[in-house]
């Protein structure tokens, strides 16, 4: 059993950087790869980026590569989310994940554990 705990959501204006953190328990952090997903009101839950558990394998959606970055601290047991140039269609409830499996996944299915999410709010 894997528990998941999000922070640091919240408002800003476009074009600013927020960095979100995912702090999970358990002792087997490593061997999870971790998944950022996001949803916004009225629309479907959707991949943002994946880290596998040596952080050997990252993979992002189209929207924001080159603007997000996921990074892992196996010795903390967090996950992280930095997000710069951030843009209004940006705004959404921000999930981590946590998958089982070996390969770096980017649909929700593959996912085991989630945790309660946090909301970034991005203003034009």
């Known amino acids: 059993q894997v528990q998941l705990v999000e922070s640091g959501g919240g408002l800003v204006q476009a074009g600013e950087s927020l960095r979100l953190s995912c702090a999970a328990s358990g002792r087997t952090f490593s061997n999870y790869v971790m998944g950022w997903f996001r949803q916004a009101p009225g629309k479907e839950r959707e991949f943002v980026a994946a880290?596998?558990?040596?952080?050997?394998?990252?993979r992002y959606a189209d929207p924001v590569e080159g603007r997000f970055t996921i990074s892992r601290d196996n010795a903390k047991n967090t996950v992280y989310l930095q997000m710069n140039s951030l843009k209004p269609e940006d705004t959404a409830l921000y999930y981590c994940?946590?998958?089982?499996?070996?390969?770096?996944?980017?649909?929700?299915?593959?996912?085991?554990?989630w945790g309660q999410g946090t909301q970034v709010t991005v203003s034009s």
């Open positions: 880290i596998s558990g040596s952080s050997a394998y990252v």
């Open positions: 994940a946590a998958d089982r499996s070996l390969a770096v996944h980017t649909t929700t299915h593959w996912y085991d554990y």
